[in-house]
């Protein structure tokens, strides 16, 4: 899905724009967000028409173009984009911004040549520039992939993979598709591992998971593959995701030997033919991947309804079985299919495989004019080049290979072709292949190796034996590998160097403390995977290290997963580790394993940890604490209680006996418990009279008084609280709490001598105003609503009251433009009210166009207040005296959909709406269902929809 980015927004706070600029502003914004995008653009114009010289006339035209692009209308947003380039003055942000929106267009109109002209028409100077430029190179991609394009996409997505940008985790997991449909399954999962470090991975789970387990699956590792579509199975989705996880688990279990559990899930679909003939085959698919061709057979000839893939199957089980001439005649079968090009492929193979390599030679034109894919004809290729190589006739090899390196110029077709070179003598060739090897692959790993052993060869063979030696050194100066030494030491005896040799046969690796020191420097880093290697380089070589050193390192793998955060791991080498005869930090490997079972939410485990840490005697104090702490967590307070209890009681250091009491009183407030609340309560402040925690408590005593009703043990708290505290935010907070209770317990007098208390005027007016208010004494209150709006803290509270008052009196013009006050203001807790005063007031006095755009604007802008559903209701009853019965349908539907309450109401507009509109089959729909709901009230309704005309 599109996300519209908001360009106007981050814009809004400056100084000198209009309050009911910035409003109308904010409205567009949540109208956007809302996604009603034809109110939103008609807003746009009017806002453009409203304030001609407003200087986000240009971002609102942006805005526009961005919306035509999320909406699908690419040639529209080009056209709006491309004027803005013309006619506005753009900074350089807005410009990138622009040719960011245009590479998108360009993409969904599949035009890649200009949308790659746009994306590089982006300033990529700038953190925001490159990041445009990371997010138009993800489009190009993604554009690419969904043009099956994978290995453009995965060249634009690796560029922008590059950048390290914003959009670094959606470039990843994009590239990780880009991968896994290029048949990259190491790379994908690469990928995936990279994704799995971000924070989205939530929100594309079920389609991560199958990655992973595919690609585990296609690299052979079936544990983890099933674990990851086991996920996917038990998830509650019905997407195809889930149906080829169940397939694959099939697949999975028979490789595992674990026939059983195949048939089991096979039993289960039974009922569901085309998935059952689909599972079937995925018996005779991995039977045959399998080389257990009879049971392939078996099971392919056990579907019902055999289609050409399974007939392919079976030709090839066939094949496989050397049954050729059944399998050639159900290849023949598929000549006029899409198979066509195996038929003949395996005709050729069969050849091969009866080692009549003259054969497939020989009648290699077969494959003339044939509508190869690429795939098929590099495979084609494959199989003449590799008789060809069996013929020794390497020319034939040679012309066969490059052709495929012509078709798909790769890391793997390029590397055959030299191997080929190799035994062409042609010296010449080879050389400029190598040569072309290393510049298009330098940092290769995979035929690094064997494309060093073939160039070193040719050196020798041209009488360039230094040359050789240096080959294989600058390899050994970045890889280890034995193959490599022997070569070299072979090649340095046949040159004499044996001053070389013997340096050569001396070298040994560095040493285990240089490798633990790497160890501690890297884990310091935060590199904890290579840390990890560094580690277990030591503890894999008992014999060979120290006992201290083993033991250092044993530890340290453990406290390297815990900073990895792989608690899993943690825990287990920390449990080894305390199981074994270890001393070093000991203490430390049972905490680390009591907070690993801790932060894995088994609070039980971790308390068994720290029981034994309680036997050390300087950290059991903490492991006491830390018990009750695991307990309060899990919301266990009579067991966190306990806990506390014994830290209060036995701890030897202070801090532990004082925070023990106290969370013993933080807990029998949670679990409100007053009469033993008040116990501890009073201990603690006996013991503890000058402890920055008193203050807490009585806060929390004074809560619970009032959540018990004792509103008068409350306000004795509140006062007492307010005497006693010398910081200065509770002293006001708990001064405004006994005025609240003062209000509660309805005693004015009481009230009106707290409020008289309050310091600032301005707060001590704001009181009043409430406490006349609450006495029916409106002049007075409106007096004092008179002083509250010249002040800048109240002004907002002041204009409400005055705005109501005037309503009441129906003096609407006055009560507007009170309300209009609070609106203009930057910010305000009563803009919701203020919005509902006027949009009540344009109603009255019939501006409906007005008073619906501003019942909108109150519950798109303010949907949790108490007004949004009145404004709702109210909007749809507008739309419906302006004869906008659409919009009254979609506003009354919408109620119907999101509110438990009023839909007898709504059932009824939405009948009456729909027959107004003659929409007879939507009305009886609504008639059903408020049949359902109230079906006394539905009787009415009933000669009409029975055959009657009249409702």
């Known amino acids: 899905m599109r996300k519209l980015k908001l360009f106007i927004a981050g814009v809004l706070i400056c100084s000198g724009l209009l309050a009911s600029e910035k409003e109308d502003i904010k409205f567009l914004d949540e109208l956007f967000l809302q996604k009603k995008y034809s109110m939103a653009l008609q807003e746009s114009n009017n806002f453009i028409t409203k304030y001609p010289r407003s200087r986000y006339i240009k971002n609102i035209r942006i805005r526009m173009g961005q919306v035509y692009y999320v909406e699908g209308r690419y040639q529209e947003a080009i056209n709006t984009l491309n004027g803005c380039l013309k006619e506005l003055k753009l900074t350089q942000s807005e410009m990138n911004n622009i040719y960011l929106y245009l590479t998108k267009s360009y993409v969904g109109l599949k035009d890649f040549e200009t949308a790659t002209k746009a994306a590089n028409l982006i300033n990529k100077t700038t953190t925001e520039g ?176 055999k289609d050409t893939d399974v007939i392919y199957g079976i030709a090839l089980s066939q094949y496989r079985l050397k049954d050729y001439k059944n399998s050639l005649e159900n290849f023949r079968k598929l000549y006029t299919t899409k198979y066509k090009n195996e038929s003949i492929y395996y005709q050729l193979s069969i050849e091969y495989l009866n080692k009549n390599y003259k054969w497939v030679l020989g009648n290699r034109n077969l494959v003339t004019g044939l509508n190869l894919k690429k795939e098929e004809e590099i495979a084609i290729n494959n199989l003449i080049a590799a008789s060809a190589f069996e013929e020794r006739e390497f020319k034939v090899a040679e012309e066969y290979y490059r052709k495929n390196n012509n078709i798909s110029p790769t890391k793997e077709s390029l590397y055959r072709l030299i191997v080929a070179l190799s035994r062409t003598k042609d010296r010449g060739v080879l050389n400029s292949a190598i040569a072309e090897f290393n510049t298009k692959y330098p940092g290769d790993q995979e035929y690094k190796k064997n494309i060093t052993i073939i160039s070193s060869d040719n050196l020798l063979s041209e009488g360039k034996g230094d040359a ?69 380089q030591i503890t894999s070589n008992q014999t060979s290290a120290d006992k201290a050193l083993y033991e250092k390192a044993n530890y340290n793998v453990i406290k390297n997963y815990f900073l990895w955060e792989r608690y899993e791991d943690s825990i287990s080498s920390g449990e080894a580790y305390i199981a074994g005869d270890n001393i070093f930090a000991l203490e430390d490997v049972v905490d680390k394993v009591a907070i690993s079972y ?127 505290t010398k910081d200065e935010t509770l002293k006001e907070k708990s001064l405004m709490k006994v005025i609240e209770l003062s209000q509660n317990t309805k005693n004015l007098q009481k009230e009106l001598e707290w409020i008289n208390k309050i310091t600032n005027d301005e707060k001590k007016s704001y009181y009043m105003a409430n406490h006349f208010q609450r006495e029916k004494k409106i002049e007075e209150a409106k007096a004092e609503y008179e002083k509250l709006i010249n002040t800048n803290s109240y002004k907002d509270y002041g204009s409400l009251g005055l705005g109501d008052y005037y309503y009441s009196n129906k003096d609407y013009e006055t009560a507007k433009s009170y309300y209009n006050t609070i609106l203009s203001l930057e910010n305000s807790a009563y803009k919701d009210k203020a919005l509902f005063g006027v949009a009540n007031i344009e109603k009255e006095t019939g501006l409906l166009n007005e008073a619906v755009r501003n019942y909108t604007k109150l519950y798109l802008l303010y949907p949790a207040s108490e007004f949004a559903l009145e404004s709702k209701i109210r909007s749809a009853e507008v739309y419906e005296r302006l004869n906008s019965f659409t919009d009254a349908i979609a506003q009354y539907d919408e109620l119907l959909k999101t509110e438990s309450k009023n839909k007898d109401y709504f059932l009824e507009k939405l009948i009456f709406l729909n027959l107004k509109i003659e929409k007879k089959e939507n009305a009886k729909r609504y008639y059903e269902q408020l049949k359902r709901e109230n079906a006394n009230l539905s009787e009415k309704y009933k000669d009409f929809f029975n055959g009657g005309e009249n409702i």
């Open 598 to 724: 801790f932060r894995l939410d088994n609070p039980e485990k971790a308390r068994e940890y720290f029981e034994k840490l309680k036997l050390v005697s300087s950290l059991g104090d903490y492991a006491q604490f830390q018990i009750g702490e695991t307990y309060y967590t899990e919301k266990k307070y009579k067991e966190a209680i306990e806990a506390y209890k014994i830290s209060a009681e036995e701890s030897k250091t202070a801090e532990y006996k004082e925070k023990g009491l106290y969370w013993q009183i933080s807990s029998l407030y949670l679990l409100k418990d007053s009469a033993n609340f008040e116990i501890k309560s009073k201990e603690f402040m006996s013991s503890y009279p000058n402890s920055r925690l008193k203050d807490n408590i009585l806060l929390m005593e004074g809560e619970l008084y009032g959540i018990s009703g004792n509103n008068s043990n409350s306000l004795n708290t509140y006062e007492k609280l307010y005497t006693q």
């Open 468 to 536: 050789a030696i240096n080959l294989y050194k600058d390899y050994l100066a970045t890889n280890r590998d034995p193959d490599i030494v022997s070569n070299l030491i072979e090649v340095m005896i046949a040159q004499k160097k044996y001053n070389e040799v013997m340096q050569y046969l001396n070298m040994q690796d560095a040493s285990l403390e240089n490798t633990y020191q790497k160890g501690i420097a890297t884990m310091g880093m935060g590199r904890y995977e290579e840390a990890d290697m560094y580690f277990k």
């Open 130 to 305: 490159k990041n445009d430029y990371e997010e138009a190179l993800l489009a190009l991609g993604k554009g690419y992939m969904d043009n099956k394009d994978y290995i453009r996409a995965q060249r634009e997505l690796t560029s922008a993979l590059n950048l390290q940008g914003r959009n670094y985790e959606d470039v990843v997991l994009n590239l990780a598709l880009a991968a896994y449909n290029n048949s990259q399954y190491i790379k994908t999962i690469v990928y995936l591992d990279e994704y799995y470090r971000g924070g989205k991975v939530g929100t594309n789970q079920e389609l991560v998971d199958y990655l992973y387990g595919s690609s585990y699956y296609k690299t052979n590792e079936s544990t983890k593959a099933l674990n990851h579509f086991t996920k996917v199975k038990d998830s509650k989705s019905t997407s195809e995701y889930k149906t080829l996880s169940v397939l694959t688990m099939i697949e999975i279990y028979l490789k595992q030997g674990n026939s059983r559990e195949a048939e089991n899930i096979l039993s289960t679909l039974s009922s569901e033919p085309k998935l059952y003939n689909t599972a079937l085959k995925s018996f005779g698919d991995f039977y045959i991947v399998r080389g257990t061709n009879d049971k392939a057979l078996e099971y392919y000839n056990k579907i019902s309804n």
